[in-house]
């Protein structure tokens, strides 16, 4: 999973960066992409560390990109147009809006204006997303006056691209119109940017964590209000520090925990959890995968040697206490191959190769 942090100059991104990632700003190369693969939280492994002693513990990571921004000055569409390669092989993308006042800081575009900031950036991924559109089409159209295979997929194609151009062309973002499955599928090599999942982060001051701005967009997953300054202090210190540091400002939930749950939720995952003495581990999946391609997400060979999976639902095994007495119990459950994992669900793979 990988999502990159996008804004306009002055936004705050690479502060909020460091605010998700720990990583501190005097280490990061702020003319280059930065890249950190952050653990997303799950306390769920708390208990099976302290059940099972295990050897190792590995939670599930998504990778955050810090993409530098274009200066004042800089021609129009310049911000993320020297970014598209890496930014269409992401999974989401988070935009960092800026909210804060600062007389330090100077402000983009003369004036703060979150809403305005994100139309400018929404604007720049229509157009980059029309482009590659009218070139395909265009390829496309020129390939079908001649004859040669692959006809009807070249058609259907077609369609569907001309529905995807005339959605951008009424400033709409394709998330709205490509339907999951065939179309989705026909669709994934160009990286379409309006139809990644968005997550807005406004970026606020000390003085709006109380009380801070209103601010919803349709277009958006989630909104979260995080003040990145603040944010990125409390990241870096020592865990026992930082309850009272929380407090003092008011902050229930460090926003690292918060954007990555809105990004866990706007990606449509879910966790699935293997226990043993050498390893407790969180694995990611999409919702509706079935066991034997969880099964494969930790190695080819379970998947391919699949016989059953050994699950128990999470609450289940921590209401019996441990593995023996939940067996005991008949909570236990043998699993065949097309049954759909659910998130927290405790897996043992049995398998033959």
Known sequence: MRVAIVGLPYSGKTTLFTAISAVPRNHLKLAEENLAAVKVPEPRLDWLEQAYKPKKRTEATIDFVDLPAGGEGEAEHAGLARHLASLRQTDALLACLRAFESASVPVHGGSIDPRRDLKELLDEMLLADLVICDNRVDKLEKALVKPGKDRDQQRHELDLLKRCRDQ?????????????????????????LTQKPLIVAVNIGEDQIARPPAFQDEHAAAVIHVCATIESEII????ADRPEFMQGYGIQALARDRIIR???????????????????????????T????????????????????????????????????????????????????????VILFKFSV
């Not at 062309?169 to 990286?191: H, N, W, Y």
Request: glycine share 8%; hydrophobic share 40%; proline share 4%.
């Open 168 to 192: 951008l062309q009424r400033e709409k973002p394709l998330r709205d119109v490509i339907q999951p499955g065939d179309e989705e599928r026909a669709v994934r090599s160009f990286g379409f």
């Open 236 to 239: 870096q210190m020592d865990r």
């Open 262 to 288: 809105a990004c866990f939720d706007a990606l449509g995952l879910i966790t699935f959890l293997t226990a043993g003495e050498e390893e407790v581990r969180a694995w990611a999946l999409p919702r509706n």
């Open 290 to 345: 079935h066991a034997v391609e969880a099964a494969g997400k930790i190695h080819t060979d379970l998947a391919r040697g699949f016989i059953k999976a050994e699950t128990i639902a999470f609450s289940e095994l921590y209401a019996a206490g441990s593995m023996r007495e939940a067996k005991a119990q008949g909570k236990v459950r043998l699993e065949p191959k097309h049954y759909i994992v659910q998130d927290g669900d």
